[in-house]
């Protein structure tokens, strides 16, 4: 796959901005053994057709949960596994695999004329990887990557490395800001795409285990608190059947979710600006902010 480009932020042009944009999200199916090929092949050809839905029903954008490609088990990673918890033996990965999929995503992605936000594995030659949201264009080109930040414990010390860096990308006159996995849980990340003028965060996450601290929950919280469209991606979960794909409106609302049947869907809403705070407003709150933390 090609690296992501240096310019953190991308836009897309267009002469007169349309005052909707048509976002699809997807609660999908999650496996979580990234050295089994033929389960990576069933999670991609999923992948692929929610893009295809998402396209039939209008979709400018799709967005897919954390773990969509593949959320590896840290057992099954573990080189002291599968019964004890230890450093990640990435060699195991079927990395080809995971490549091949990407780029057929992407051509999809071309081919249909929508724009794509998939998470996956991202390899280093010299480290762990990341564990990102690659995003491509309807011409199948990469506009960003954004690297999950705040790794929990297990993923810190054991599977990842964390990312640095916050990323958005700009579509039909609206920008957005990318968050995954337990960046759901920090507050600070959403208030600092706000600084950067988003106007929506995609927030990809896997529901994996029992959690009273979800994303779910954050998630309207977030939007209310930044006035912004926050839209959740997760995995399918048994154990959490009202954990659902959703997007949240600026006024901590959920505008469209996905059913609590704990398989597989699609959901769309038509984002629009009329959320945006006067200048005032959000000098104001950038002010009262810095007094606080200071």
């Known amino acids: 796959m090609p690296e992501t480009p240096q310019t953190q932020t991308q836009t897309q042009t267009q002469t007169e901005p349309p005052s909707t944009l048509r976002l699809a999200v997807v609660q ?13 092949r ?8 929610f893009i295809r839905q998402a396209a039939k029903e209008g979709a400018r954008l799709v967005q897919f949960a954390e773990g969509a490609l593949c959320f590896p088990s840290k057992y099954v990673m573990s080189e002291l596994g599968p019964d004890e918890l230890g450093p990640s033996d990435w060699t195991k990965a079927q990395w080809h695999v995971l490549d091949e999929e990407l780029s057929s995503i992407a051509a999809l992605s071309a081919e249909l004329g929508i724009w794509t936000a998939i998470p996956s594995l991202h390899r280093q030659p010299d480290a762990r990887p990341h564990n990102s949201l690659y995003v491509f264009n309807d011409q ?7 690297d999950e930040r705040t790794l929990s414990t297990t993923k810190l010390n054991y ?11 700009d579509l ?6 990318l968050a995954v996995g337990m960046d759901a849980h920090i507050p600070e990340i959403f208030i600092d795409y706000v600084r950067r003028d988003a106007d929506c965060v995609l927030l990809s996450y896997a529901t994996s285990g029992i959690t ?42 959920w505008a469209t979710q996905c059913p609590p049947t704990a398989t597989p869907a ?25 007094r606080v933390t200071s």
Request: overall charge negative; aromatic content about 6%; proline content about 7%.
């Open 28 to 40: 999908s199916t999650v496996r979580q053994d990234p050295t089994d090929e033929a389960a990576l």
């Open 140 to 146: 199948g080109t990469l506009v960003t990557r954004y």
């Open 212 to 253: 009273k601290d979800n994303a779910a929950a954050a998630t309207p919280a977030h939007a209310v608190l930044n006035l912004i469209w926050v839209s959740l991606a997760v995995s399918t979960n048994p154990d959490l059947p009202n954990t659902t794909a959703g997007i949240a409106t600026p006024t901590g609302e």
């Open 42 to 49: 069933e999670s991609g050809a999923e992948v692929r057709t």
């Open 159 to 169: 599977m990842y490395t964390p990312g640095t860096e916050p990323k958005t990308f």
């Open 172 to 177: 039909d006159g609206f920008r957005f800001g």
């Open 266 to 290: 699609l959901t769309t809403h038509d984002l629009h600006l009329d959320h945006r705070l006067p200048d005032l407003a959000r000098t104001w709150r950038t002010l009262a902010r810095s």
